[in-house]
């Protein structure tokens, strides 16, 4: 299974809006690819393997630019067996493994984002690009009419805002799967596509095709198949850390136990590891003013001599009680 990414300018919004499409593939030959080191593949992502939406000509930004004000998104997985809109898992709906795909992110990203179930009160319709919200269902054709290209499992659609103050905001999504893949679906291979494209709602995308390559859900091609102990079906710590970038902690952050002396990556100095020594990391990363400017040794964590994202992904990493680079001490 791979996945591939293209971008339409001007549909479905206004002169201030982008739409872009972000698409998962699976491909009818082997997912592994000839002379691979199938023991490599499997060793643990290094932490920083995520990437965001770009928004015009910002590929494989350095920070994340699309997201969702407030942090969450209300979607439906109903249209999975409405009778037009059906997937099956196998034997099974796949209605349920859809919520749970959802309910997976929410659980990783608390205080953080929230995918909320449609209810009476706030009903989705089906590919409507103007209504603030995802749909997730099943068709022969892309939001739009566009069909299916063979290998295309689920077509994710965005429209988000290009211009102006609101630069960046995410405006609407939905999520469309390939019915002609039916026959091949089982639940977990299901859910892994639906957490996926969950991740481009987020503001996620793929790693591997923005120079930061390992086995994780996001990358643009699962190199292994479902039932192997590789394969990928759920989001890793990899996918976690790079939404966590994009939407910060609504309660207070977490933070290590206060240690005597300057602390790898606790740039402010106060003892503890927390969100305002990342924000210090990621102006330096960006080239504003930054205390990293005269304490380089603290920001600089994975000891490359450069404060780059990854020394931000570790010192976010190391805020919530996660393993940071192994050189930080």
């Known amino acids: ?30 997912c592994l690819g000839g002379g691979r080191d199938v023991a490599a593949q499997c060793d643990p992502p290094p932490g920083n393997a995520f990437a965001f939406l770009s928004l015009g000509g910002d590929h494989c930004p350095a920070t994340p630019l699309v997201r969702w004000v407030p942090a969450q998104v209300v979607y439906d997985c109903d249209f999975l067996a409405d009778g037009t809109h059906d997937i099956t898992c196998g034997d099974s709906v ?44 099943g068709s022969t054709t892309f939001c739009g009419g566009q069909g299916f290209g063979s290998s295309i499992v689920a077509v994710t659609l965005r429209v988000t805002i290009s211009d102006g103050p609101q630069r960046g905001q995410q405006r609407d999504a939905d999520i469309v799967v390939n ?10 291979l299901f859910r892994a596509v639906v957490e996926h494209e969950l991740g481009h709602v987020l503001g996620l995308d793929h790693p591997d095709q923005c120079g930061r390559d390992a086995n994780v859900l996001m990358r643009s091609a ?22 966590m970038m994009i939407y910060a902690a609504s309660g ?8 005597p002396g300057p602390i790898c990556g606790d740039v402010d100095g106060d003892g503890m590891l927390t969100i305002g020594d990342v924000d210090s990391v990621l102006a330096a990363v960006t080239g504003e003013p930054s205390t990293c400017d005269s304490l380089p040794d603290r920001c600089d964590v994975d000891g490359t001599s450069e404060v780059d994202v990854v020394d931000a992904a570790n010192v976010l990493r190391r805020a919530f009680g996660l393993p940071g680079a192994s050189s930080c001490p």
Do not use: Y
């Open 179 to 188: 019915q002609a893949f039916n026959s091949r679906f089982t639940p977990g």
């Open 1 to 30: 299974m791979r996945a591939r990414r293209g971008v339409r300018s001007g549909e479905g919004g206004t002169s201030a809006t982008r739409v872009a499409v972000a698409v998962v593939a699976l491909m009818l030959g082997a």
């Open 222 to 243: 699962f190199r292994f198949p479902e039932g192997d102990p590789c394969f990928v079906g759920a989001p890793t710590a990899d996918d976690v850390n790079g939404a």
């Open 94 to 137: 796949c209605v349920q493994h859809c919520r749970e795909a959802a309910a997976k992110w929410t659980d990783d990203l608390p205080n953080r984002f929230s995918f909320v179930a449609a209810d009476a009160a706030h009903p989705v319709s089906f590919c409507n690009s103007t209504d603030g919200r995802t749909s997730i269902g």
């Open 252 to 259: 207070p952050a977490p933070t290590t136990t206060p240690t």
